[in-house]
């Protein structure tokens, strides 16, 4: 099985706790690799994003990440405006694209009245679709970095779109904590990869072209079992001509699933 491989997530340590936790009880060792930090816009994202629910008077508020739940609820209580901001959602329709997203918002103690089965911008799209949303108005907080693929799917179905950027993000800067991946990955000792976002992508390949060529880089990854978290992550690697497997449930939990299985399928030959 997967008893003594070492397995990278690009997670930093407290965010890959989940998937600590699923390879540990396998007997795997697990280096988490802080890939992306986020770069705020500041204060000033409240204050935007409160004025966009009143302008566009939207009928579904759309979160896409954890991250930005975070984000937006920890800097409207720097500028005391959480209970504004709580408010101005709880009168739109919340929708969450997957169970980390729907657990940060009800901390926040924001009722969340849908989440997709499948955990990515189409499954947002098949929710809004069975709601027969046609003519509706969409707030989406996310990413400077993101795709337009939900914006244009959702404006295909004939909803009214407005994303607002609360953040962008770059290559994380202090990678002493790449140390024990980097020798591993020298001595070709690293039997898995799991990447969690295209941006985690990006930001993976300019962390490592700092000790390797592109070329030889890849040439490393084609000797591992690289699993991407959804299909966007794939698309991203597939750019660099990297072979990977893309999760059947877009979590963690279905990215341990797949090295579960091919790491099991490959024992079997």
């Known amino acids: ?5 070492n397995i990278a997530i690009t997670r ?9 936790d699923l390879m540990t009880a396998e007997k795997a060792n697990v280096l988490p690799l802080p890939t992306i930090e986020l770069v705020s816009k500041g204060k000033k994202i409240v204050e935007e994003f409160l004025s966009a629910l009143e302008k566009e008077n939207p009928d579904f508020s759309v979160f896409m990440s954890s991250k930005a739940v975070t984000l937006l609820f920890d800097t409207a209580k720097k500028i005391s405006k959480f209970e504004t901001l709580q408010l101005a959602i709880a009168n739109t329709i919340v929708i969450a694209v997957g169970p980390k997203t729907k657990e940060a918002l009800e901390k926040e103690k924001i009722k969340v009245a849908y ?23 969409v ?17 295909k179905i004939g909803l009214h779109v407005y994303e607002l950027y609360l953040y962008d993000v770059c290559a994380f800067r202090d990678t002493s904590q790449w140390n ?32 390797y060529q592109q070329n ?21 690697l597939k750019k660099y001509n990297v072979e990977n497997q893309i999760a059947d449930v877009h979590t963690v939990a279905g990215s341990f699933d797949v090295i ?3 790491f099991s399928l490959a024992e079997a030959i």
């Open 1 to 5: 099985m997967i008893q003594g491989k």
């Open 12 to 20: 930093s340590k407290d965010d890959s706790k989940e998937f600590i």
């Open 115 to 137: 989440m997709p089965e499948r955990y990515s911008s189409v499954g947002i799209g098949e929710v809004l679709s069975k709601l027969n949303a046609v003519g509706k108005k």
């Open 139 to 155: 707030i989406v907080p996310r990413s400077g970095a993101s795709t337009p693929f939900l914006k244009k799917l959702l404006e």
């Open 180 to 211: 024990e991946f980097r020798q591993l990955f020298s001595e070709n000792k690293i039997h898995g990869i799991v990447f969690t976002s295209a941006s985690s992508v990006r930001a993976f390949f300019e962390i490592m072209e700092k000790d």
């Open 216 to 236: 030889n880089l890849i040439n490393f990854l084609h000797k591992i079992m690289v699993v991407s978290i959804g299909p966007f992550t794939a698309d991203e």
């Open 260 to 262: 579960l299985r091919e």
